[in-house]
């Protein structure tokens, strides 16, 4: 996943992504799950959401006839939101069915 949002070249994404991972030791939420991927699923999710947010903004901008905004600039958003979108929806998906599988598990 972080691939793939990484590709949505937003500074405050990767600059989060590697905070979370140098999370000094002692960190980790009670059970010994840590809160990295927490972290940066959240920041993922906002980032995929100023994504849509800032391409609708340049749908609009383009709607309204605004000189200084090119289509393709606003198809290339357009883009970058609905594939950081389909990654955050593949691992939503992903960690529902992993939910899932844990959960019918016999003891």
Known sequence: MDLRLNALNNPSLSSATQAG???????AAAGGVGTGFADNF??????????????????????????????EETMLAVQKAQIGFQATLNVRNRMVQAYTDIMNMSV
């Open 21 to 27: 991972l140098r999370r000094p030791a002692g960190t």
């Open 42 to 71: 959240k920041t993922a999710l906002q980032s995929v959401s100023a994504a849509q947010e800032a391409a609708t903004q340049l749908q609009t901008r383009v709607q309204m006839g605004d000189p200084q905004v090119s289509l």
